[in-house]
Nanobody, 124 residues
């Protein structure tokens, strides 16, 4: 199983960035997909999720209305479009998956598979 994340980088506050994730090694259509992040000195926290059907999304309050998650079944990709980035969004972002996930994740133990993270740095 692999969840290959890409798209991280260093941007200025207010900029936008798109993260991509290419899951492999499991049935893409049977898994909820999403993102957690780990900010410096903090625990990993939920960011966004799209359920396995692809018809419902969930967001952390801190990113709601700024981040958009989507999945492309044809390309077997999941994306996180991040806008109006803030310095507090600086973190390592992890692509994650849960078998037949239907509800919002509250904790990192709610997901089964983790990818290696991609670093996003937002300077003020």
């Amino acid at each position: 199983v692999q969840l290959q994340a890409s798209g991280g980088g260093t941007v200025q506050a207010g900029d936008s960035l798109r993260l991509s994730c290419a899951p492999s090694g499991f049935n893409f259509n049977s898994y909820a997909l999403g993102w957690f992040r780990q900010r410096p000195g903090r625990m990993r926290e939920f960011v966004a999720e799209v359920n396995w059907r692809g018809n419902e999304t969930f967001y952390a309050d801190s990113v709601k209305d700024r981040f958009t998650i989507s999945r492309d079944g044809a390309k077997k990709m999941v994306y996180l479009e991040m806008t109006s980035l803030k310095p507090e969004d600086t973190a390592v972002y992890y692509c994650v998956a849960e078998f037949f996930g239907e509800s919002a994740w509250n904790h990192q133990d709610d997901v089964e598979y983790w990818g290696y993270g991609t670093l996003v740095t937002v300077s003020s």
